[in-house]
């Protein structure tokens, strides 16, 4: 692991816990929230839910102007508490899932590029984020 510090991201969801993870790890349900924005989409994704399977979620623009895939491997799966990943790039990604009494806590950990602002990068992941929230409840 790197020595960069990690940002997070969370969201409490009314919903049960079989539902958030099935919709979090099955790839017909990720093409449905994971985008940020309204103006981009989810055009495809394709899931290897085991431990050293892959994932690889296209991420567009609607408009067509950029695009790029986002590639992870799991190496941790801890079911409906945990996931570890690691990014096509040697970024780690820890999604944890914590039950409360009539919701789920959604906590996302993240390693961040070099590239864009921790502001920007941290607004983008929670706005998915959000997306999943939308989309679950």
Not at 85 to 100: P, Y
């Amino acid at each position: 692991m790197s020595n960069r510090e990690f940002l997070e991201v969370s969201a409490s969801i009314e919903a049960p816990i079989a539902q958030i993870w099935e919709k979090w790890t099955q790839a017909a349900h990720v093409v449905n929230w994971n985008f940020a924005h309204e103006s981009w989409c989810c055009p495809s994704a394709t899931v290897e839910f085991k431990l050293g399977g892959k994932s690889n979620y296209r991420m567009e623009a609607k408009d067509g102007s950029m695009g790029f895939d986002l590639i992870a491997t799991f190496e941790k799966i801890v079911p409906h508490q945990q996931i570890h990943s690691c990014l096509a790039d040697g970024r780690k990604v820890e999604v944890n899932f914590q039950e409360q009494d009539d919701c789920v806590l959604v906590i996302q950990r993240f390693e961040p590029e070099q590239e864009n602002p921790l502001e920007l990068q941290q607004g983008g992941w929670q706005a998915i984020l959000n997306q999943f929230k939308k989309y679950c409840q």
